[in-house]
């Protein structure tokens, strides 16, 4: 089949000939080349406008409006000696994706004279025609209306494209009522809620008032590449993001060749391409290196403060997906676009850190700085045990179901990893043992103290969702195509919630005239006693955690994300979220009800598309290879068998085939947790029953009849 040529797919690109940039080059002037720094508007604000800016963007205090005119022309003038024409409200809707609707800087002036315009009112807030973004019933359609409000503390940048340049305005978006409409809302609320829960913590340690505090966030992102001739010959990539058919090629992933193995010119090249776009966005990134499954690789960046992260973490998803292109290579960032080799995620490296740059989950070189640290690592640990829920929700989604608990990914029972040696500490401390130090009664406990907390912890874990790495936690449940928002917007909020109870435990200690290291240790101790079921270091992939987890210690597993969204809205939940501002209960029904909708429809596209697919290409090729069997008239046993084979396969199909389309048809109810449940329940067992029949199909039809790339070919041809 020329059409399925491997040689043209493997040669479809060319080197980019421009010369590469050095790096003086990258560091001198690429870098935030695009972006509008703070550094670009104290040359070309008034000096109390840029003071009064800065106080918006650094201390998160209130806008003033009266700047917004003068910052607006600054803007605009920027963008346009860098080249942009239109500007755009850039948002992130409940979709998940980013989204932008672009104006000209171009107006008509009435006299047949085009003039460039942009307001301080165009700046602040726009009202794009919002009834399409999903909303989970926050606005009927007769109040329909949402708008997009500038966030200074994200710099705006300039987006490039073959022939012109936008320039892009990070927002949030909400609806006229004042609810969220996005992701970057709520993160913005619990970036707030945990500096507001941390800061008193850090003051009963010393720090000094004044003293800010924030989360910072460093995502590592997993993606395939394929040639982009095969990919827009399967409908399944094309329409779901994943293969929906495909036989097991001879070889997979066992050998392990290509995990950090040497990068091949053409994907180094198109690397090489994105990383000097995200560079001239600002964007740090750092690693770059071959995953696990053939085809997968891994980019990621030095950590930022959570909210430019996040939205640097959007830009690097959508600066791949473009780049790819460029080469002949499309990037596919699906949690699972193929079945049987590793899937692809999203760790979430976080901390907290103050505005000063100290992060607070490092251990120190002092007594007095490692009981800092122990305070705020036990507040993770009660923090994740207490909404083990929550983080199973934050990454629920179709696409990530095939990928938790698969043997390859952590279990969809979260856990948290902390090394053998900080868990020898807390042991030793709860055990009132203390350590094997020097300095006697530090941590009240008796004549032994705190052993000084190694810096680095020395072992790895790939296999729990949520593991301590040296000074961050690495959140590795997060699927690869989702926004990191809301994964970071429940954990700043769930780590306030516990530092802000522990504070008060702390609080009444010292006041009660206990010392600080004492104090400190008993909250430490009671805290690890408590919530210690959640930290474990063993292979979270087997089966005997499985029983020990939800048997033994109780921890939830919500296997798959139809068992976790339900739980958003429960009371403790709609509490938490309430207690701290960052979404009302009905911000939470919305979202909950989107979550629903979204898993709903990804399912029920995935099983129209396997029946398409399966009617349309893989019938018809198996009846023509029966045909091309049948016409032969010299009797063979080799030919009747093989001709047997596969047209007691076609049954099979067909047969499958019947049952899907009906539970395609069928809806389950009117409610979308109702149809969600089916197409769960039903449908996605109905698409396994045909890919069966059809993969082994696939093995046994004629390699130029078979109408879709191969994994073979999908998965090796670059
Ligand atoms: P490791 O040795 O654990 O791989 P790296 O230093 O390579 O650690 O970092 C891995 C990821 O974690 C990077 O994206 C990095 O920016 C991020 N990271 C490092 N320190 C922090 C921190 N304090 N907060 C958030 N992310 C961090
Ligand atoms: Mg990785």
Known sequence: NHDLDVISAARNWRVDASAPATPAEVIGDLFASDVLTLEDLKTRLSKPAYKSLRGTVERGERLDPAIADTVALAMKTWAMEKGATHYTHWFQPLTGATAEKHDSFVSPNGDGVAIATFSGKELIQAEPDASSFPSGGLRATFEARGYTAWDPSSPAFIMRHANGATLCIPTAFASWTGEALDLKTPLLRSVEALNRAVTPALHLFGASLGTRVGSTLGAEQEYFLIAEEYFFRRPDLVMTGRTLFGAQPPRGQELEDHYFGAIPDRVLSFMTDAELQLYALGIPVKTRHNEVAPGQFEIAPIFEQSNVAADHQQLIMQVLRNTARKYGLVALLHEKPFAGVNGSGKHGNWSMSTDAGENLLEPGDTPHENLQFLFFCAAVIKAVDEHQDLLRISVASASNDHRLGANEAPPAIISI?????????????????????????????????????????????????????????????????????FPITVLNTIVADAVQSLTAVLKAKLDGGADLAAAVGEVVRETYRQHKRIVFNGDGYSEEWH????????LLNLRTSLDAIPHLTDRKNVELFGKFGVLSERELAARQEIMYDIYFKTVNIEGETTEYIAQTMILPAAAEYLGDLGAVKIPSRALDATAREVAGLTDELYDALQILREQNKALGGEEIHDKAHHVRDHVLPAMREVRQAADRLEKVVADK??????????????
């Not at 029983?547 to 109780?554: C, H, P, T, V």
């Open 547 to 554: 029983r020990e987890a939800e048997e033994e210690r109780g």
């Open 705 to 718: 009849q078979w109408p879709l790339p191969t994994y073979r070919q999908l998965l090796f041809v670059k």
């Open 417 to 485: 990893f902390l090394g053998s040696e900080l868990t020898d500490i807390f042991d030793r401390l709860e055990s009132g043992q203390g350590g094997r130090g020097t300095e006697a009664g530090l941590l009240g406990l008796g004549s032994s103290v705190l052993p000084p907390i190694p810096r680095h912890a020395g072992d790895r874990n790939r296999t729990s969702p949520f593991a301590f790495t040296g000074n961050k936690f690495e959140f590795r449940a997060v699927g690869s195509s989702q926004s990191i928002s």
